[in-house]
């Protein structure tokens, strides 16, 4: 006999609430691990190799747990109850993380009493009003503050697509900057334009920040991360973007043919996928070693982190775990791209380094556990 639709939706319900369960059991553990690390740097690190996600989650994770468990005991109590989905307490945690300790107490107070049955964005406006008359006086200097943390940042998307957001600017600027990029969209909107009032929208404001209204030119370095036959147009395999992922191969191919784009050969292994030699025709000629790595490595090689290799360091390190200082030879099989963060890692107590003679990492953490990354083989080697 087949449910009805109300036994199928307690059912969800009741799944809900033990997710809400282990979520919670989830944040003490975190809190635990934090707080029985030796040493506070390198912990957002390994929790995040260690649960799959990237570093900023692991940062925050571990944020709003401490704040859930410190300063807001009801609310996270509430969660382990199952009243209330975790994304709800976070959203109060977020909202009042400001506040003074006995402030936070008075808020976990309230919000323990109005939070079942709030989505997180309820949830977070409900802990706002209760946090702005927690602390007035604060609240009016929150207000303020947000403008010191504005910031441009780059997100990406799917394949061939990323966004852009200016975050925190201030509202008398942005909404300025709005109307100048609609109005000069608007005189674009003629009859036979066939792009939207969005389309035209975003290709006005990324005219604008290319500087392209000034004689300005977009030029990108494009390290071609596809085979021979798929730039000929003679087959379509996906190229890749470093820091980006795959990006379709009519993309890869538009954007290599552009004018400006420092276009440059990179050849692979048919066998196993890996790079073996760059072209030196290129726009800006500077080659060697230090090229061959980044290219070869395209993104920082601790497992999860996404920071192009372009920009990064690289990293003295081999099979026995030695380091530049230790005697490491310089090669190919000795060099890893590590973005700064990462790099400095291997300076704390407990982090231990092994690069093999085909280029795989070996990370081991001071909870002794042992992470591997392999350069990841370009295109579709044989046998792959």
Known sequence: MESSEGEILLDLKAT???IARLEARLVRQVVS?????SVRRGVAEELSMALCMTKYK?????????????????????????????ASAVAVNDAAAWLADDKAAVVDEVMAGRLEGKNPTGA??????????????????RARRPREDRGLHLHHGVAGVAGLSLENAPVEKAVAAYVCVDRQARLLKTADETRTLDQLRADVALDMLVGKQFGGE?????????????YAGLRNEPAELAGHGPIPASLARDIAA?????????????????????????????????????????????????RPAQFGDLDHCDSRGRGWKDGCPT?????????RADHKLRDLPGWHHEVAPDGTLTITTPANQRYISGPEPLGNPAGG
Do not use: N, W
Not at 33 to 37: L, T, V, Y
Not at 218 to 230: E, F, G, R
Not at 281 to 294: F, I, N, S
Not at 331 to 339: D, E, H, K, R, Y
């Open 258 to 306: 552009r004018p400006g784009t420092v276009f440059q050969r990179i050849i692979t292994d048919p066998a196993e996928g890996q790079v073996v030699e760059l072209g030196r025709r290129r726009y800006r000629p500077k080659a060697g070693l230090d090229e061959l790595v980044r290219v070869r490595d395209r993104e920082c090689r601790r497992p999860g982190c996404t």
């Open 218 to 230: 977009v030029k990108a370095h494009v390290y071609l991360y596809l085979d021979a036959l798929t």
């Open 58 to 86: 692991a940062h925050a994770l571990i944020a709003h747990a401490e704040g859930l468990v410190d300063r807001f005991p009801a609310v996270l109590g509430l969660v382990e109850a199952g009243a209330v989905p975790m």
């Open 33 to 37: 691990f934090a707080r029985a690390a």
């Open 16 to 18: 809900a609430a033990e």
């Open 124 to 141: 977070r406006r409900s802990a706002t009003s209760a946090a702005a008359r927690a602390d007035p006086e604060g609240f009016e200097e």
């Open 331 to 339: 090669g190919a099989t000795t060099l890893v791209g590590l973005c």
